[in-house]
């Protein structure tokens, strides 16, 4: 649950970048400490503190590790839209750009490079747009392989633009996931899918939830999580 003093006021902000960044409060029953991290685009500071936590003691908490904060600022990659002769992240791998303007539009790969034709300028939008079909295509099958694993029916799948979350699962059982997953190694990708997927039984972290999702991941979920925190944010670069 996102907290702050009162609902009808804007959350508390620090200065990062010479930019006030808001302070968002999440309270959980299982947390014991206040922990502190920095969005994956850098738009909010994420403070966790227990239930029992004061507001003010957790602003106080971001506010005082300024100098940490600007620093994880200044590691998120500029946005650089891909350009011809350029690369694309996709499934983990840099893949070479081919852009001539005779070939098809729609992006393809081929012989290990991505080749596109049409006008050059709306090149970074024809390849974003490929790669949430990529996206939709490969996470569909991720979650119809773990809806099976699991004894479930596959439920709705939506594509996420979100800038805050990898993924989500509603109270109606939709499942929306973050398009930019798509670049991420295919073991990191489908370690959201299954933690989604869990959700699905279990709409909490408790020790069922964990144990169902070490059942269903078939890889190594600590060095999944480990990559998601070190290089998640480099997944929006490419197109901010």
Not at 89 to 105: D, F, H, K, N, Q
Not at 129 to 144: G, H, P, Q, T, Y
């Amino acid at each position: 649950m996102i907290d702050w003093l009162r609902r009808d006021r804007e959350p508390p902000t620090v200065i990062l970048g010479g930019a006030p960044v808001p302070i968002m409060l999440r309270r959980h029953a299982r947390t014991r400490r206040m922990t502190l991290r920095l969005a994956p685009d850098g738009s909010e500071v994420r403070v966790t503190l227990p239930q029992w936590g004061r507001t003010a003691d957790a602003v106080d908490f971001a506010l005082a590790r300024r100098d940490w904060l600007e620093t994880q600022l200044a590691r998120i990659p500029a946005a650089a839209p891909p350009t011809p002769g350029g690369t694309v992240r996709y499934c983990g791998e840099s893949l070479p750009i081919v852009w001539t303007a005779t070939a098809p539009r729609s992006p393809r790969i081929v012989d290990g490079a991505v080749q596109a034709g049409g006008p050059e300028d709306g090149l970074p939008g024809r390849l974003r747009r490929w790669l949430e079909r990529e996206a939709l295509a490969l996470m569909s099958a991720d979650l119809a392989f773990y809806c099976e694993r699991a004894g479930l029916q596959v439920p709705p799948v939506r594509l996420s633009r979100a800038q805050r979350r990898w993924g989500s699962c509603a109270g109606d059982g939709t499942i929306r996931l973050n398009w930019r997953l798509v670049q991420a190694p295919p073991a990191v990708r489908r370690s959201v899918v299954a933690h989604e997927v869990a959700h699905l039984v279990h709409f909490d972290h408790s020790p069922a939830f964990h144990a169902l999702l070490a059942h269903l991941f078939e890889g190594d979920l600590p060095a999944a999580n480990r990559w998601l925190k070190t290089e998640g944010r480099s997944l929006y670069a490419p197109f901010g």
